[in-house]
């Protein structure tokens, strides 16, 4: 069994990004970048499935610019077993990402494609639900535990009251939560064998997917700021503000 | 234009983060609610969608397949009754979030989640990078698949209207995915997205036990939901569906009290736009300092304790 494991590479999550003063969009110039957290997990789940011996290959995608190959190398080093990096201008959107990757799924021929729930710049948590629908395949998004076995991956599921279990018929897509495992750090000879791991580079404009953005972006603003709050001294004093102050209890 | 809300209903009602999506509805058009589950809940639900003011017409979707949420067969059902709708909507909920995004790759459009304002009928603000930007996005797309932050919009009333309900022919059969089994214990707390205040642990707490036997008291007093940080819940301090931020729930309640917690983006990208902000922390350099209203530095296993004594 196959598994793609398609990873972004996104600013770092511990860097808080500034909203540029002309309000095209966010500084990104300069800030540490990284693999989106979420696809770290994921990938992490892919290598240890093969480890267990229920995957014969696990193959990194990443879709974006030249620089992604960092990101691609990264999961290289946490076990991947080859990469592909997909060239295209800017980041993508959903829909466009989804349209690609349905490509290669048609190439590689996974049963599973292992996705994090959400990229921590656009937040859309959307591209594992969209791959899902445009190849007709059943989705277990939000996993917090994978079994495979018998044909089957069973994904328990973190919603809105607390956990489920769905059972779904292979080739499936799994998207990653927090709490599906700890993701290793690639240790120093494993990122050495990882330079000489194979990376192919693919033209998004080669693969016959239409790019065109449906969503343009108006502007990007700051959100709105808090009023500088008080620091009290005692217990007594916060009682009383949140009485007769801010009249909240 | 006529917009199509798929709903969610619990316990008789519909959740009220449905009906954040529903008021939001009402500006782009007359609102159809879709409700489905099998026969016996989706009467129920389509019962519940029917009194909500501002609902036209309940589509009530009523067959086996439909029981838990699946998103595949509830994908091709909401595609099959997408006609002529301008505007397919749900909640920015665990279902929500489930389901849009396939309805969008099946209609061949590309979702906006999380909306938090609607600025007309094409163009959207929300949410990007934990919440530290806002991006106000223009759609091309001939529908628009958007999922609702519900902190953004004031629900529409549980009660107060009745629309007519009308049962469509359910023909989906999507068999690639089975529902296992639920863990959904009920507690007898407000849902964090719905309630007036919320205490929030962290792992200034250091223990599971500390975490109930400190923060349970102050809830009980202040009859509020129980909150907690990604690290309170990863130890296990509180059960993974109280995790407040950019991927937990996001909440706006009138009074949010951060107890032991530090305040990373990630945290505040869940809860700052409360009304109330308390933090409660040792270190009085904590970012959550920085969101709050008021701050009380010192030691919580203090603190917490005189704070429910004096409530
Ligand atoms: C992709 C990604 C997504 C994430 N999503 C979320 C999310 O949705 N929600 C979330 O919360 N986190 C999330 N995180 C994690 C986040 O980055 C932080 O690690 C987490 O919020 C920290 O939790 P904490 O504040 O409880 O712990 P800490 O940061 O360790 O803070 C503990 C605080 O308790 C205080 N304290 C300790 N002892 C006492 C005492 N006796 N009295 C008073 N104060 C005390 C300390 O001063 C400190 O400020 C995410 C991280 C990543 C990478
Ligand atoms: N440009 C990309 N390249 C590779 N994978 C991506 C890309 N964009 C999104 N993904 C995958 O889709 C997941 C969800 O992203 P999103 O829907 O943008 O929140 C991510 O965690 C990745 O696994």
Same mark, same amino acid.
């Given at each position: 069994?196959?598994?793609?494991? %398609?990873?972004?590479?996104?600013?770092?999550?511990?860097?808080?990004?500034?909203?540029?003063? +002309?309000?095209?969009?966010?500084?990104?110039?300069?800030?540490?970048?990284?693999?989106?957290? =979420? +696809?770290?997990?994921?990938?992490?789940?892919?290598?240890?499935?093969?480890?267990?011996?229920?995957?014969?290959?696990?193959?990194?995608?990443?879709?974006?610019?030249?620089?992604?190959?960092?990101?691609?190398?990264?999961?290289?080093?946490?076990?991947? +077993?080859?990469?592909?990096?997909?060239?295209?201008?800017?980041?993508?959107?959903?829909?466009?990402?989804?349209?690609?990757?349905?490509?290669?799924?048609?190439?590689?021929?996974?049963?599973?494609? =292992?996705?994090?729930?959400?990229?921590?710049? +656009?937040?859309?948590?959307?591209?594992?639900?969209?791959?899902?629908?445009?190849?007709?395949?059943?989705?277990?998004? =939000?996993?917090?535990?994978?079994?495979?076995?018998?044909?089957?991956?069973?994904?328990?599921?973190?919603?809105?009251?607390?956990?489920?279990?769905?059972?779904?018929?292979?080739?499936?897509?799994?998207?990653?939560?927090?709490?599906?495992?700890? %993701?290793?750090?690639?240790?120093?000879?494993?990122?050495?064998?990882?330079?000489?791991?194979?990376?192919?580079?693919?033209?998004?404009?080669?693969?016959?997917?239409?790019?065109?953005?449906?969503?343009?972006?108006?502007?990007?603003?700051?959100?709105?700021?808090?009023?500088?709050?008080?620091?009290?001294?005692?217990?007594?004093?916060?009682?009383?503000?949140?009485?007769?102050?801010?009249?909240?209890? | 234009?006529?917009?199509?809300?798929?709903?969610?209903?619990?316990?008789?009602?519909?959740?009220?983060?449905?009906?954040?999506?529903?008021?939001?509805?009402?500006?782009?058009?007359?609102?159809?609610?879709?409700?489905?589950?099998?026969?016996?809940?989706?009467?129920?639900?389509?019962?519940?969608?029917?009194?909500?003011?501002?609902?036209?017409?309940?589509?009530?979707?009523?067959?086996?397949?439909?029981?838990?949420?699946?998103?595949?067969?509830?994908?091709?059902?909401?595609?099959?009754?997408?006609?002529?709708?301008?505007?397919?909507?749900?909640?920015?909920?665990?279902?929500?979030?489930?389901?849009?995004?396939?309805?969008?790759?099946? !209609?061949?459009?590309?979702?906006?989640?999380?909306?938090?304002?609607?600025?007309?009928?094409?163009?959207?603000?929300?949410?990007?990078?934990?919440?530290?930007?806002?991006?106000?996005?223009?759609?091309?797309?001939?529908?628009?698949?958007? &999922?609702?932050?519900?902190?953004?919009?004031?629900?529409?009333?549980?009660?107060?209207?009745?629309?007519?309900?009308?049962?469509?022919?359910?023909?989906? &059969?999507?068999? &690639?995915?089975?529902?296992?089994?639920?863990?959904?214990?009920?507690?007898?707390?407000?849902?964090?997205?719905?309630?007036?205040?919320?205490?929030?642990?962290?792992?200034?707490?250091?223990?599971?036990?500390?975490?109930?036997?400190?923060?349970?008291?102050?809830?009980?007093?202040?009859?509020?939901?129980?909150?907690?940080?990604?690290?309170?819940?990863?130890?296990?301090?509180?059960?993974?569906?109280?995790?407040?931020?950019?991927?937990?729930?996001?909440?706006?309640?009138?009074?949010?009290?951060?107890?032991?917690?530090?305040?990373?983006?990630?945290?505040?990208?869940?809860?700052?736009?409360?009304?109330?902000?308390?933090?409660?922390?040792?270190?009085?350099?904590?970012?959550?300092?920085?969101?709050?209203?008021?701050? !009380?530095?010192?030691?919580?296993?203090?603190?917490?304790?005189?704070? &429910?004594?004096?409530?």
């Amino acid at each position: 069994m196959k598994i793609l494991v %398609p990873v972004k590479r996104v600013v770092d999550y511990n860097i808080k990004v500034r909203v540029r003063s +002309d309000g095209t969009g966010v500084e990104t110039a300069g800030l540490k970048m990284s693999m989106n957290p =979420f +696809d770290e997990i994921a990938v992490e789940e892919a290598v240890r499935l093969r480890e267990k011996g229920a995957a014969t290959e696990v193959i990194a995608i990443s879709i974006g610019v030249q620089q992604a190959q960092d990101t691609l190398r990264t999961a290289l080093a946490m076990g991947a +077993d080859r990469a592909i990096l997909v060239l295209t201008d800017e980041s993508p959107e959903p829909l466009t990402v989804a349209k690609i990757l349905k490509v290669l799924v048609e190439r590689e021929k996974p049963e599973l494609v =292992f996705l994090g729930k959400q990229a921590i710049d +656009d937040d859309m948590n959307a591209t594992g639900q969209m791959l899902a629908g445009l190849l007709g395949w059943p989705q277990g998004t =939000f996993a917090s535990k994978v079994e495979v076995a018998d044909g089957r991956v069973d994904v328990a599921r973190e919603i809105d009251g607390g956990t489920e279990t769905v059972s779904l018929a292979l080739p499936a897509i799994v998207t990653a939560d927090l709490r599906l495992n700890e %993701p290793r750090y690639a240790s120093l000879p494993n990122i050495m064998k990882a330079k000489k791991k194979p990376m192919e580079t693919l033209q998004a404009a080669d693969l016959g997917v239409d790019t065109t953005r449906r969503l343009t972006t108006v502007s990007v603003s700051e959100p709105p700021t808090r009023k500088a709050g008080v620091t009290v001294s005692s217990v007594a004093e916060l009682v009383e503000k949140l009485r007769n102050e801010a009249r909240v209890i | 234009m006529t917009v199509l809300v798929f709903v969610e209903t619990e316990a008789g009602q519909v959740r009220q983060a449905s009906r954040s999506a529903i008021a939001a509805a009402t500006k782009l058009g007359d609102v159809h609610a879709l409700v489905a589950g099998d026969a016996a809940a989706s009467d129920a639900a389509a019962t519940a969608a029917a009194k909500v003011p501002g609902v036209a017409r309940v589509l009530k979707a009523g067959a086996d397949v439909l029981a838990h949420e699946l998103a595949e067969p509830l994908a091709d059902l909401i595609v099959a009754l997408a006609g002529d709708y301008t505007h397919l909507l749900a909640a920015s909920s665990a279902a929500g979030k489930n389901v849009m995004p396939r309805v969008a790759a099946l !209609l061949d459009v590309q979702p906006i989640p999380d909306v938090m304002a609607i600025v007309d009928a094409d163009t959207f603000v929300r949410p990007i990078y934990a919440g530290n930007a806002l991006a106000t996005v223009k759609s091309s797309d001939a529908k628009k698949v958007l &999922t609702i932050r519900a902190a953004s919009f004031d629900p529409a009333p549980a009660e107060g209207g009745s629309a007519p309900v009308e049962a469509v022919t359910v023909t989906v &059969t999507d068999e &690639t995915s089975r529902f296992v089994s639920a863990h959904t214990p009920v507690s007898d707390r407000p849902e964090l997205e719905s309630a007036r205040v919320i205490v929030s642990g962290g792992r200034g707490l250091q223990s599971a036990e500390n975490f109930h036997k400190y923060l349970e008291p102050l809830a009980d007093k202040l009859g509020a939901a129980i909150g907690a940080s990604r690290v309170a819940v990863d130890s296990g301090y509180a059960p993974n569906d109280s995790q407040v931020g950019q991927t937990g729930k996001i909440v706006a309640p009138e009074l949010y009290i951060a107890v032991g917690i530090s305040g990373a983006i990630q945290h505040l990208a869940g809860m700052k736009d409360s009304k109330v902000i308390v933090a409660i922390n040792k270190d009085a350099e904590a970012p959550i300092l920085q969101v709050a209203d008021y701050s !009380l530095v010192g030691d919580l296993f203090e603190i917490v304790p005189a704070l &429910t004594a004096a409530l």
